[in-house]
């Protein structure tokens, strides 16, 4: 669920649940409340009053429309005066707006600050005072032809003061109600937010205390559950960078002992030549010539070094560009093949090339560097091949999305142990590392990054 979706609901219950709680509490005060009165309705008792009040007010008013003369009768006046006291209500019955026929004891009561008839009717006076009451005024006509008004008089009194007791009882329980509520939902919505959050914030210092094994778990499925994967993600990926830094920083280290072990037995070398020659040793012109030839070997062992490590140095760092274009590969490589067959270095050596078709295969690529590639593996196979017959084999094969070239000789071949190793830099299957055998130890390295790129 969606943190906007979460916010939506949340809204939505701070709305309802106060509504449905405050109904079932005004329910619970007025069951609790007035449960011994309103003639077993569970109704307060001024409500109930006041419903019997307005029942009674409505038949007086329809008799002095249809029988006005009932209002001559005092027994009449008298019992229905009396029905109108249980309501705290008063009947007063007056002949030419000035002659009073009947006035009910507890109007009297009442000690009104003016006369009835000068009283506006539907009012209360005093309304916030001790004397509350309501003035009810109809008009009536009798038989002798005189008119007469019929006054219904209310004391409000008890109405009011049940009010005072129920409606603050009422409000506080609305506040209780909202505040309980809105301030438990927010508390539950805040912590929602507010844990993963401090999850988050953990791991961020853990993090920034260099602790990438600390797991970044948040089972959700929201924005915040998204932004915990990305910060996973972001664990997993610093992980592997630092530690590919810790790996790069290692190889450089091994990389330096290595360039270091190579150019310094060449070195080695020709200082010994040249010191032999100055101090005399090389006394004849055949022990001169010697050296001066192990020179100028150790001197092109150091050149093809350098080169070759220039070349990987470009290749690993991405900056030695790749001229790719469409070749076919199958006339490329029958080429390449009859032309290395009259180099002097394939004496005793039998280089065949075959192909399960002879129609063109167009490829990507680059010649030169693939030229490179072909010569660093034939040459790798011809320096290790101790067999006094060499026989060396390019075979070409395709399907619909690639073309593929194999190599074969009848070398002693690698075991496994070193196989696995044969494309690291400065690797070389033979441990003492003697240039005779085992080359530099980029020539494979330089083959994997060119087919790589």
Not at 28 to 40: F, I, N
Request: with cysteine; proline share 4%; net charge positive.
């Amino acid at each position: 669920m969606s943190i906007k979706t979460r916010l939506l609901l949340s809204y939505i219950a701070m709305t309802f649940i106060p509504i449905v709680l405050f109904a079932l509490i005004a329910t619970t005060l007025v069951s609790s409340l007035y449960k011994d009165v309103g003639a077993g309705k569970g109704m307060p008792f001024f409500w109930e009053a006041s419903n019997q009040r307005r029942d009674l007010i409505a038949g007086v008013k329809f008799m002095a429309q249809t029988a006005p003369d009932r209002f001559t009768d005092h027994d009449f006046l008298k019992k229905t005066d009396e029905q109108l006291n249980r309501l705290q209500t008063g009947l007063v019955v007056m002949k030419n707006n000035n002659q009073v026929t009947f006035s009910s004891p507890f109007v009297e009561s009442l000690k009104l600050n003016q006369p009835i008839s000068k009283i506006q009717t539907n009012q209360t006076q005093n309304r916030w005072g001790r004397d509350r009451f309501s003035v009810e005024k109809y008009h009536t006509q009798f038989s002798d032809g005189t008119v007469g008004t019929v006054y219904l008089v209310s004391d409000l009194t008890p109405f009011f003061n049940e009010a005072r007791k129920f409606f603050p009882l009422l409000f506080l329980s609305l506040l209780l109600v909202i505040g309980l509520t809105n301030g438990i939902l927010t508390f539950l919505v805040s912590r929602s937010f507010i844990k993963p959050l401090y999850m988050l914030k953990n791991a961020a210092n853990q993090f920034k205390g260099g602790n990438l094994d600390h797991e970044v778990k948040l089972k959700r499925k929201d924005e915040i559950g998204e932004l915990g994967a990305a910060f996973e993600e972001m664990r997993i990926r610093l992980k592997k960078s630092i530690h590919l830094q810790l790996q790069y920083e290692e190889n450089r280290k091994e990389l330096i002992s290595n360039i270091s072990h190579d150019l310094k037995t060449p070195i080695t070398g020709i200082k010994a030549c040249v010191q032999g020659i100055q101090e005399g040793i090389a006394d004849s012109k055949e022990k001169q010539e010697k050296y001066m030839n192990m020179i100028a070997k150790k001197t092109e062992d150091m050149d093809v070094l350098i080169d070759e490590l220039m070349l990987y140095s470009k290749l690993d760092l991405k900056r030695l560009p790749f001229h790719l274009e469409p070749l076919d590969i199958h006339a490329y490589l029958r080429n390449y093949v009859d032309e290395l067959r009259i180099d002097p270095r394939m004496g005793n050596t039998c280089l065949t090339f075959s192909a399960a078709n002879h129609s063109p295969i167009l490829v990507m690529a680059d010649r030169e560097k693939l030229s490179r590639v072909l010569l660093n593996i034939i040459g790798n196979s011809l320096k290790y091949n101790d067999k006094p017959y060499k026989d060396i084999r390019l075979e070409l094969l395709q399907d619909n999305e690639k073309a593929m070239v194999h190599i074969k000789d009848n070398g002693p071949g690698i075991d496994n142990k070193s196989l696995i190793h044969i494309f690291d830099r400065f690797y070389r299957a033979d441990p003492s590392r003697n240039t005779e055998t085992g080359g530099s130890g980029l020539g494979l390295a330089i083959v994997k990054q060119i087919i790589e790129g």
